[in-house]
C-alpha cells in the first residue's frame, strides 16, 4: 500500500493538506446463540421432549436423518416453550456447535414475517452486513445455504410459523444442520416429523401452576396448601399453559387471594375469556390470531360447532348444526389442521378444546337468530332419532318397523354414542323457546338409561322435563315426568323421593283423564313401595293397578302388573301365589310376543320356585331367562341370572358348578360396565371352595339377586312425532 497522496490533475485554490484514514475492519457480529429464555415454570412435556431430542440427537435413528421437525398446536398450548426447551437441551448436548439460530415468522400476525425477511434476519445473524445481502431471494437463499454448508451443525428454530412457504427457503443445504418449526397448522408439506402438543394433564397442570408461583415467591404455598382448589383452577383454564401462566401473573399481583378466589371468579365470570387476561398476555387474543385467519365458512363452522352439546360432536350433528344440508368433512378437516378441533373418539367424530368452545360461542353472542336457529334444528334432530332408537329398543313383533335403526345393536351403538350430547341438549329445556322439544326428548330417553343403568342421566334429564313442562302447563307432559323421575329415585335408592314424586303423577293423569297413566303410577308406586319393605301395601297397589289395565284392555300393562305382583307377593311370602302371578305374566307376554319381558317373567317364576325349595324347577326357568338375555345382550340381566344359578346350585351343594356360575356372572356384569358388582360375584366365587364340601355342610351364604322388572313411564306426550300404533 503507498504511503502519499497523489494529487496530480488537481487544480486548487489556497492551502492544500493532504490526509489519509486506515480502519482495521473487524468481523460483522453474528447471532448464533439467541435463543429466548426458557419459560417460568416449565413442566409435563416429557413424552414431547423425548420425541424432539430423538429428531434432534444426529446419533438416534435408524441413520435417516430428520431435517425439519414440526411442533404443531393450539394456540396457547406451549408450543415455543417445548422448542425452546429442546433447543437448550440439544445445545447442551452438545450436537450443534455452530450455534442456534432463532427467528420468529409471526405468522398469525396482521403483517407475517416473508422468508424472504426471514432470510436477511437469518444472514445477519450469521454475520453477513447489509450492504452484502444480495439483492434477489434466490442470491439470499444461496449465500445462506452456502455460509451454513462451511459450519459445523446448526439448529434453526422457526418459531410461529403459518404456512410451509415462510419455512422451506430457511432449510439448510447439508444433512447436518436441523430445522426446528413451530405452528399452529399441521405443516406436513414440509416432509417434517410430525409431533402435535396437546393440552396438559391435570396433574402437570396444578405442577405447573405450583412451580410457577414459586419462581414468582418460594414461600408462596397457596397453590400447595388448595390442592382441590387448584384442580378446579386447572381445569376452569383448559389445561392450557397460556391460561395457566395468566393465572400465575394474577395470584402473583395479588398476593391476598386465595386459589379458590380465583377459580370462583372463573367460574361465575360471564366471559371466561376475558377473564384470563393478564394486561400483557390474552387467550382470547391467542385464538383470535388463529380465528382471523379462517375464510368465512370456516369460521362459520368454528362457531357452530362451538354450540355442540357435548365433548364431542358427530359429523352427522355437524352439518345439523350448520344446516345447509351438505357434510363438512372438508371444513372439520381443514379446522383441525389449524389446531381448533381434534380427532374424537370414534370415526367421524371431532372434539374440541374447552377453551376455544367458549371462544367460538363467544363470537356468535351478537347473532342471536343463528345460535336459536341452530339449536332447534338439532333439538329436532336428536328428538327424531332418539324417539326412533327409543322404538326399536320396545319394538315387538307385528309392530310398524322403526326408521333407521334396524336391530337393537344399532339403537344403542347410536344412542351410546350421543349419549352426552343428549343429555347436555335437554338443558336447553331451560329456555322456553326450546322447553317443548327438549320435554319430548327427555321423555323419550327413558327405555336407554334403564337399559344401560344411566341412572343419574336419567334423574337430571327427568328433572329437566319436569320443571319445563309445570312452567308450561302442560300436565301431561308432567305427568310422563313425574313417571320417569320416580322410577330413576327408586332405582338409586331414594324410595320417599320415589314415592312422592309418583304419587304426585298418578294424580296428574287422574285430573286429566289418562286411565292408562293412572294404572302405570299405580304400578309404578307398587314397585317402590316393595323394595322399601312394604310387601303388603306394594300388593293391594299391584292388584288396582292390574284391575286398571284390564279396564283399558292394556295387555301389555295387565302382563306387566302381574310380574310385579307376583314379585310382591314372594315379598310377602305368598310364594304359591307368587308362583301363579308369574306363570300369568309369563303366558301373557308370549301372546303378546314381547320376548324380553317374558324372560323377566321367567327370572321371577324362578325366584318364586326356589322359595317353594324346588330348586330343579326353578333352574329350569332361570336358564330360560338366560337364553333371552344372551338373545338381546341384556348383560346385566344376564348377570342376575346366573347369580340366581349360582346360590340355587350351592344349595344344591354343586358347588363347583356354583363357583362357575359366579365367575360367568362377573364376567356378565363386566360386560354390562356394573364393576360393583361384578366384584360381588367374584368374592362370591373365591368363597367356594371345590371339591365339594361334606354333606351336611350349609351353602354359602349370598345376598338374593335383585328382581328385574318391567315398568312403563306411561304414554308419549301428545303431538310428539312418531306415536302411532303405540
Not at 138 to 158: F, K, M, N, Q, T
Not at 615 to 643: N, P, S, V
Request: charged share 25%; proline share 5%; with cysteine.
Amino acid at each position: 500500500m503507498s504511503d502519499h497522496i497523489d494529487f496530480r490533475g488537481g487544480r486548487f485554490r489556497g492551502q492544500v493538506v493532504g490526509k489519509a484514514e486506515y480502519r482495521q475492519h473487524a468481523p460483522a457480529p453474528t447471532a448464533l446463540d439467541a435463543l429466548p429464555p426458557r419459560v417460568a415454570g416449565f413442566t409435563g412435556r416429557d413424552d414431547e421432549l423425548g420425541r424432539l431430542r430423538t429428531a434432534l440427537d444426529p446419533a438416534a435413528g435408524t441413520g435417516q436423518a430428520v431435517l425439519v421437525t414440526a411442533v404443531s398446536g393450539l394456540g396457547g398450548i406451549g408450543k415455543t416453550a417445548l422448542a425452546v426447551q429442546a433447543a437448550y437441551a440439544a445445545r447442551e448436548a452438545g450436537w450443534f456447535p455452530g450455534g442456534v439460530l432463532f427467528v420468529d415468522l409471526h405468522g398469525y400476525d396482521d403483517a407475517p414475517v416473508t422468508a424472504d425477511q426471514a432470510l436477511r434476519s437469518l444472514l445477519r445473524a450469521l454475520g453477513v452486513e447489509p450492504e452484502h445481502i444480495p439483492a434477489t431471494a434466490d442470491e439470499r437463499a444461496g449465500l445462506y445455504r452456502s455460509l451454513l454448508a462451511g459450519r459445523e451443525p446448526v439448529l434453526i428454530v422457526a418459531d410461529n410459523a403459518s404456512s410451509p412457504e415462510q419455512v422451506r427457503p430457511l432449510l439448510p443445504g447439508v444433512g447436518r444442520h436441523r430445522v426446528l418449526v413451530t405452528s399452529r397448522d399441521r405443516l406436513v408439506q414440509l416432509g417434517a416429523r410430525l409431533v402435535p402438543v396437546d393440552q396438559l394433564t391435570a396433574e402437570a397442570a396444578c405442577a405447573l401452576l405450583d412451580r410457577a408461583l414459586r419462581i414468582a415467591d418460594p414461600d408462596d404455598t397457596r397453590v400447595a396448601a388448595a390442592a382441590d382448589a387448584a384442580a378446579r383452577l386447572a381445569e376452569l383454564c383448559g389445561h392450557l399453559p397460556l391460561a395457566l401462566q395468566i393465572a400465575v401473573a394474577l395470584l402473583a399481583e395479588d398476593p391476598g387471594k386465595t386459589v379458590e378466589e380465583l377459580a370462583d371468579e372463573l367460574a361465575t365470570s360471564y366471559d371466561r375469556l376475558t377473564a384470563l387476561d393478564d394486561g400483557n398476555r390474552s387467550v382470547r387474543a391467542a385464538f383470535d390470531l388463529s380465528y382471523r385467519r379462517l375464510p368465512a365458512e370456516q369460521g362459520r363452522l368454528l362457531c357452530l360447532l362451538a354450540l355442540a352439546p357435548g365433548p364431542e360432536v358427530s359429523e352427522e350433528v355437524a352439518a345439523v348444526l350448520v344446516g345447509d344440508g351438505g357434510p363438512p368433512s372438508a371444513g372439520l378437516k381443514a379446522l383441525a389442521r389449524a389446531h381448533l378441533v381434534e380427532r374424537g373418539s370414534g370415526p367421524g367424530r371431532w372434539r374440541m378444546h374447552d377453551l376455544v368452545r367458549v371462544f367460538g360461542a363467544g363470537a356468535l353472542t351478537d347473532d342471536a337468530q343463528t345460535r336459536d336457529a341452530a339449536r332447534a334444528r338439532l333439538l329436532a334432530h336428536y328428538h327424531r332419532w332418539a324417539d326412533a332408537a327409543d322404538d326399536r329398543l320396545q319394538w315387538l313383533p307385528g309392530r310398524p318397523q322403526p326408521e333407521r335403526f334396524a336391530t337393537r345393536a344399532e339403537a344403542l351403538a347410536w344412542l351410546d354414542a350421543e349419549r352426552a350430547g343428549l343429555v347436555a341438549a335437554v338443558h336447553w329445556g331451560r329456555e322456553t323457546r326450546h322447553a317443548d322439544t327438549a320435554v319430548r326428548l327427555a321423555l323419550v330417553l327413558w327405555a336407554y338409561f334403564d337399559w344401560r343403568r344411566h341412572f343419574d342421566d336419567w334423574i337430571t334429564v327427568s328433572r329437566i322435563a319436569l320443571e319445563a313442562a309445570q312452567r308450561a302447563g302442560d300436565r301431561r307432559s308432567e305427568a310422563v315426568a313425574c313417571q320417569n323421575l320416580g322410577l330413576a329415585l327408586q332405582e338409586t335408592g331414594r324410595s320417599e323421593e320415589a314415592i312422592e314424586v309418583l304419587t304426585r303423577g298418578r294424580e296428574l293423569c287422574r285430573a286429566i283423564g289418562d286411565r292408562h297413566g293412572e294404572a302405570t303410577a299405580w304400578d309404578n308406586i307398587g314397585l317402590v313401595l316393595r323394595s322399601a319393605g312394604r310387601a303388603t301395601e306394594a300388593i293391594d297397589v299391584h292388584s288396582h293397578s292390574r284391575a286398571l289395565f284390564a279396564a283399558v284392555e292394556d295387555r301389555d300393562g295387565e302382563a306387566m302388573a302381574w310380574n310385579n305382583l307376583g314379585s310382591s307377593l314372594l315379598k310377602a311370602d305368598r310364594a304359591e301365589e307368587a308362583v301363579a302371578a308369574h306363570r300369568r305374566a309369563r303366558d301373557l307376554y308370549r301372546k303378546l310376543r314381547d320376548r324380553h319381558n317374558e324372560g323377566k317373567a321367567w327370572y321371577n317364576l324362578g325366584e318364586s320356585l326356589r322359595a317353594l325349595n324346588r330348586t330343579r324347577a326353578a333352574i329350569q326357568a332361570y336358564r330360560k331367562d338366560l337364553e333371552i338375555c344372551r338373545e338381546f345382550d341384556d348383560w346385566y340381566g344376564a348377570g342376575q341370572t346366573l347369580g340366581a344359578l349360582a346360590l340355587a346350585s350351592a344349595y344344591e351343594h354343586r358347588l363347583g358348578e356354583a363357583r362357575s356360575y359366579y365367575l360367568q356372572s362377573a364376567d356378565a356384569y363386566t360386560r354390562a360396565a356394573a364393576p360393583a358388582d361384578a366384584a360381588e360375584a367374584r368374592t362370591l366365587a373365591e368363597a367356594i371352595s371345590a371339591p365339594a364340601l361334606p354333606t351336611g355342610t350349609s351353602a354359602p351364604a349370598a345376598p338374593p339377586a335383585r328382581t328385574p322388572v318391567s315398568v312403563r313411564p306411561g304414554l308419549t306426550p301428545p303431538g310428539a312425532p312418531g306415536t302411532a300404533g303405540r
